[in-house]
């Protein structure tokens, strides 16, 4: 499983389309085939998928739905008389919409699908379905479109397809979570629908996997080309006929980009740690690595972007040259933020599951596990009164400071929900429109933060402000406003040696302006 | 003349490589030809450019030399006996760069190169240089080749030229800055060389100008997409059947995209302001719109990138597809911060014109007077000691803020500054290699945000952090060393009742981790 990944890592350094196809083929459609199926699929498809003979594709999204896919309109009915599932688009908001492969070369295609039974909607469900025939031809009752020019990926024939009564045996729906009897019986060991829902989402973990992995290389690239190129490049000169001067030799020029490399190693640690999580995973470790693989997924998809918007200014001019390739991957890697789970609601996501261990843990009185929140079973760490400048960069104490900060942004966020709660608002709309102070996606990046931190010689940038003497927690919190900023380049990390308590004035004000 | 802005709006809307090539033959070309020429050069070229008969380009840039464009290496030299100039690549990194207009379809071009009299070098100079004929023959002696293909702008066909000591008559030297006469004598009446180059960069101002103004309308037009996406698309619900919500009704999606709103509102009016500072341009205000220029072209284009970026993430995966324009602009519009001159070294080269105004108003104790800084030949304001909330949200006592700011950030800088040279260093090392603590780039900024500050109802998205109760000068300079972060999306305005003397110890050790 490590070769095969590694082997994606390397197409991918090569050509994102490449890697973004087979991914769709071997990830997605073979992944759903092995975790939705059972053993008749796989003796089925998995050696014609692994050999090529068959492509698959995998049809989740549709126009009308892409973050919130528990929504799509694409229904399947059971028909009894002829043993066969119905799979239909009810409307033009149902159509499949981004469908890897789909455009020109899939033969098959996972159509994730509503399971209407005996007019119950029993929730999403995934069933198989051919879409053209071994030469090529769109089979009958299937329309394809291709979505069309995009910023990047070209190389990915995106597609758009409608289901018109396409009639499926009862066999293509891959039953591992739920079944139908050939009478149209519904069948699920797992009766409680949101945890169906979960697990038909399972075949994204991989994807996401390799999507932080390829983010950290494509950073790694970058970096290499734009600090070479201010390795060789010469630009002013400090006497008037003196030599010009390295970029790289100008302080402006390393602040722009060291910090970056210096990140770029914190999340290379991070990634390979993600990696291994995964290949070693158990039944226990899976809503962990579910976890860790969305915040993950976000934060080194975006620091890939802001990596890529800088190194490509530092190459001046030749960094718009496509064959300088910087350039050319800020297209290419854009939509990392928005596929396999957009960015912004990946963080909600993983905020709601901090959450809910947060508040069980307490309620039960058991310790924390899992989630990275481990630390919170110990005492509070203690922040030495003299704060030498060994203290302050010993590893230690700074993963200290990152612990401090999750405890106290995770203690006001569940106060905060939990207040809203016992005024009768419901969890759902106090999650979903809440708008907090301690906004939930920022308790997230600490959380990805502390796990960061974790990993063995992993540094990241980081901003230390110190404040002897005492600061007030509105000074905190201005501090953490901050640092939710988008695009905030580095970590914040507030260090004190005794928190004064008063002031909130500066939260009021900063509520009323921001 | 703002017709004719406004007609390179409108179509930059459509097209921005149609607006960039229309740019490089009537602002670049059209005018050097009119800044830096004569009567005779005006009477000979203008009207033929004007309808279009011959098509001009802009010869600075070479592979060598793109931001030190002081530096390139094409020669002229000056043939007495025929009364030519030659103009010749004397080696690879000579060759023009990136020449807009080169690759296809210019006739001519002004040749930028450094005149050589009698074996002395006046520095660079500009000369007219046919390099096709009407018929789009390439002319003898001259090489071009094309720059290949770029991340946006390839409806602009950007080339390489190589001069293979081309001879041109000698009239064909734009003069009004310097002359050679028949006999092959130098003249000129700017006798300081750094004067002269400055005057050969005139034509850039419009240029830049142009910049600014796209910047703003691009981020408008990101935004209106964006906005209206939200507006429209719905995604998940509150309740388990209930209708789904609008995106815009999501606070974490307001906080995304109405800040921005508010910036562009700001930029908007700055752009305007410099638009009409440059069509009522005199002689005496050419120094004042190069710096508010430079300055704006610097901040807008950044912000601009910024904006389509979390627009096009905002937009989901239909920001990817190149007809929703979001994400096309990213490539399109990326160059803006690299081309007619670098935003961070425009930055660096207005700090320096900040600080020698600063330094020469305080030498001569003379009022400030054209760059922004006027404010500071009034008293210091005063911040109430009582801050209400209609005290913080008037404009008045935002723009207070900004001043006190820019004067603080002024004085360290300039203390900095000449502390070092007091030690030794030479003034151009001292700005070049200091690597300051108070950066001048950041000053800079403060300086553009004062400007747009004081712009009619001009309002940005900034965070006010208020200290009641005193605050030190370490807590400020933390603080300031974060908004100095490249990225940080918002202005940072520090207020307090008071200004506690003490602690720097928080700077030491940033200066040692950051
Ligand atoms: C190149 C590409 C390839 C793809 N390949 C496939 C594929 O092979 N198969 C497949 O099934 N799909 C595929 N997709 C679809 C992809 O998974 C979706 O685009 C993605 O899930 C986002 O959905 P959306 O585009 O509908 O955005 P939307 O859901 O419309 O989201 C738009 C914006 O709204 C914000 N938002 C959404 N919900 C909330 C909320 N509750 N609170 C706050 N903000 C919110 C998001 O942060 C986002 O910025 C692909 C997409 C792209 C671009
Ligand atoms: C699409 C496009 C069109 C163009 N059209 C034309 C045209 O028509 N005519 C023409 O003459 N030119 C043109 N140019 C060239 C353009 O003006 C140059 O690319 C630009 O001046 C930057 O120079 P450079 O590319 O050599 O970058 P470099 O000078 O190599 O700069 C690279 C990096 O180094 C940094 N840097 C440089 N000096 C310093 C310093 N002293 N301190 C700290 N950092 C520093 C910069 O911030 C930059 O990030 C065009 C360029 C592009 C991309």
Request: glycine share 8%.
């Amino acid at each position: 499983e490590l070769r095969k990944l590694a082997l994606f890592e390397v197409i991918g350094m090569y050509d994102h389309s490449l890697a973004v196809k087979l991914g769709v083929h071997f990830f997605l459609w073979g992944g759903a085939v092995k975790f939705l199926g059972t053993k008749h699929h796989h003796d089925k498809w998995l050696s014609s998928t692994e050999n090529y003979e068959i492509k698959g594709c995998f049809a989740l999204s549709e126009l009308g739905h892409g973050s919130n896919v528990r929504g799509i309109e694409t229904v399947a009915t059971y028909d009894s008389n002829t043993g066969e599932f119905i799979i239909n688009t009810p409307c033009e908001s149902g159509q499949k919409y981004w469908i890897g492969g789909a455009a020109n070369h899939a033969t098959h295609t996972i159509a994730f699908s509503q399971l209407h039974i005996n007019g119950s909607n029993q929730g999403v469900h995934a069933f198989i379905v051919q879409i053209r025939d071994s030469d090529g031809n769109i089979c009958p009752n299937i329309r394809i479109a291709d979505c069309g020019h995009k910023t990047g990926l070209n190389g990915v024939d995106n597609g758009r397809i409608w289901f018109d009564n396409v009639r499926i045996p009862r066999e293509n729906l891959l039953n591992s979570v739920a079944d139908v009897s050939p009478s149209g019986e519904y069948l699920s060991a797992i009766k409680n629908a949101d945890q169906r829902f979960a697990a038909f989402l399972a075949p994204l973990t991989r994807g996401r996997v390799t999507i932080c992995v390829s983010a950290v290389y494509i950073s790694k690239i970058s970096l290499a080309i734009a600090i070479r190129y201010a390795l060789t490049r010469q630009a002013f000169s400090i006497t008037p006929n003196g030599p010009e001067v390295l970029l790289l030799d100008y302080p402006t020029h390393q602040r722009r980009l060291l910090p970056l490399l210096a990140k770029v190693y914190a999340m290379s640690f991070a990634a390979n740690e993600l990696k291994m999580m995964y290949v070693n995973r158990t039944p226990e470790s899976n809503k962990t690595i579910h976890i860790i693989s969305s915040a993950y997924k976000a934060t080194l998809t975006w620091n890939n972007m802001h990596t890529l918007q800088e190194c490509r200014e530092a190459c001046g001019g030749q960094g718009i040259k496509s064959e300088n390739r910087v350039g050319q991957f800020m297209g290419e890697f854009d939509a990392q933020s928005t596929f396999e789970g957009d960015n912004n609601v990946l963080m909600q996501q993983i905020s709601k599951a901090l959450f809910a261990e947060y508040v069980a843990c307490q309620k039960k009185n058991k310790p924390f596990s899992g989630l990275g929140l481990e630390h919170m079973n110990k005492p509070l760490p203690i922040i030495p009164s003299q704060l030498t400048s060994s203290t302050i960069r010993s590893s230690e104490f700074q993963i200290d400071l990152f612990h401090l900060r999750e405890r106290d942004l995770l203690r006001r966020f569940a106060e905060e929900v939990l207040e809203r709660q016992s005024l009768g608002e419901s969890k759902e709309s106090t999650f979903i429109l809440g708008g907090f102070s301690n906004s939930p996606s920022f308790d997230t990046l600490s959380g990805v933060s502390t796990s960061i931190a974790k990993v063995p010689d992993g540094r990241r940038a980081l901003v230390l402000v110190v404040f002897v003497g005492g600061v007030t927690f509105a000074e905190i919190s201005a501090l953490r406003f901050l640092s939710a900023q988008e695009g905030m380049a580095y970590d914040l990390i507030i260090a004190t040696t005794k928190i004064v308590n008063g002031q909130t004035l500066v939260e009021t004000f900063m509520e009323k302006l921001g």
